[in-house]
């Protein structure tokens, strides 16, 4: 299902990061993310609740300047 809120999102099992897009433009690195925790958004009926709920706040995070920066 689409969200309003997350355009895309990657999950970098080899950092441990989780990269979300907004549909803003804004993309986010989320740090140390379990992978468990990044399933969830993957088969979240709201992503963006789940992110409110499960990520946001939760995490350490940095702005990138694009998709193409992660």
Do not use: C, H, K
Request: hydrophobic share 35%; glycine share 10%; net charge positive.
């Amino acid at each position: 299902m689409p969200s309003t809120a997350i355009a895309r999102y990657a999950y970098r099992a080899e950092i441990g990061a989780l990269d979300i897009e907004f549909v803003s433009g804004r993309v986010y690195r989320y740090f140390a993310v379990p992978e468990r925790t990044a399933r969830g958004l993957a088969q979240a009926g709201s992503r963006g609740g789940y992110f409110n709920r499960a990520i946001r706040d939760r995490y350490r995070y940095e702005r990138l300047r694009s998709w193409e920066d992660g």
